[in-house]
């Protein structure tokens, strides 16, 4: 489970999209809206993509459209802009769906006041205006973060660079992560640490892999099981999970096997483990997939929201949306 897989990150409900109606609900479990759309992703800058048919668009606060769908692929909004896919091209447009004049092979949203983007095989970034920042001519890069981006040269080795492409942290490394709380996860000579912006090691991490910090702790995996570990490198969550995400307002999803729960900051496991799949955390509401079913749930487990949904999604600004089943419509 992982943020990165966009996936409308939608309960996973096969035909849940054909069988139920779409709509968009409040914390309190209030219909919203009922959008003329199949599917929709979480809301970023008051704007969430939305699927009709074959075509993607974005639906404004009401369920309208704000720019009709005309993409093959449409991404959330970040920096004033939309990242897009049509006629095998992609670009960003502007809130009114004006589209740059740009066909890139790849693209990624804008993090950091940068976009990383794909051109004749190789990578680099455009600023906020869509001018070039730092020419395509990187054999691979991430995303920017506090500043920095990782970045792959053609000898295969990775190393950071700030926003104008001038390096800071010199190439050495096997495997480069973003920086995230002051730090970086690398990986060198087979060894994963977290260095700080000068590179110097500022945390050991002697396990299989290791994650970006996010609130003071760092996913790691080690011998085939996921827990978690604080800056001085030592464990919090012991490593006795098959799956986990990152914590959010103080609970990560893990799983054990196929199913799912949530565990706390101290290791405890608060929520069991009882569901097909779950969601993060957001203003105090979580879904939770099971038997056929998704509901919210509140940080201790109960369910917060008195209805159940062939699929939903994590809450963003204050609102989610949800496939309800045809009694509910």
């Not at 139920?20 to 309190?28: C, K, P, V």
């Not at 009922?34 to 009709?52: I, T, V």
């Not at 827990?227 to 995400?245: A, K, L, N, Q």
């Amino acid at each position: 489970m992982t943020r990165a897989l966009l996936a409308l990150v939608l309960a996973a409900v096969p035909g849940a999209a054909a069988e139920g109606s779409l709509a968009l609900i409040d914390t309190r479990g209030r219909i919203l809206a009922r959008p003329p759309a199949d599917e929709a992703a979480p809301f970023a800058d008051g704007l969430a993509p939305a699927r009709r048919g074959e075509t993607w668009g974005y639906l404004d606060r009401d369920g309208a459209w704000a720019i009709a769908p005309r993409f093959t692929h449409a991404y959330r909004f970040s920096h004033g802009q939309g990242r897009v896919a049509a006629d095998g091209c992609w670009t960003y447009v502007d809130r009114q769906g004006a589209a740059r004049p740009h066909c890139f092979e790849a693209a990624e949203d804008y993090a950091d006041g940068r976009a990383l983007v794909q051109q004749n095989g190789r990578w680099g970034f455009l600023d906020e205006t869509g001018a070039v920042a730092i020419p395509a001519r990187l054999a691979l890069a991430r995303s920017f973060s506090e500043g920095l981006a990782a970045v792959q040269h053609d000898d295969g080795r990775w190393g950071y660079v700030d926003r104008d492409g001038r390096s800071v942290i010199e190439a050495r490394y096997e495997e480069a992560w973003p920086f995230s709380e002051g730090l970086g996860a690398v990986r060198r000579d087979g060894r994963w640490s977290y260095i700080d912006r000068d590179g110097r090691e500022a945390v050991a991490c002697p396990f299989d892999e290791c994650f970006p910090f996010v609130g003071g702790l760092a996913r790691v995996l080690t011998r085939e099981r996921w827990g978690w570990i604080d800056r001085s490198g030592g464990f919090v969550v012991d490593p006795v999970y098959t799956g986990g995400d990152d914590f959010a307002e103080g609970l990560a999803p893990v799983r054990i096997v196929h199913d799912y729960g949530y565990v706390s900051r101290d290791g405890e496991l608060v929520i069991p483990i009882r569901y097909d799949s779950c969601g993060s955390f957001v203003g105090g509401l979580a879904w939770g997939f099971r038997k056929g079913r998704a509901q919210y749930i509140d940080a201790s487990g109960a369910v917060a929201i008195d209805a159940e949904f062939l699929s939903a999604s994590d809450f963003s600004e204050g609102v989610a949306w949800v496939h309800l089943p045809e009694a509910a419509r």
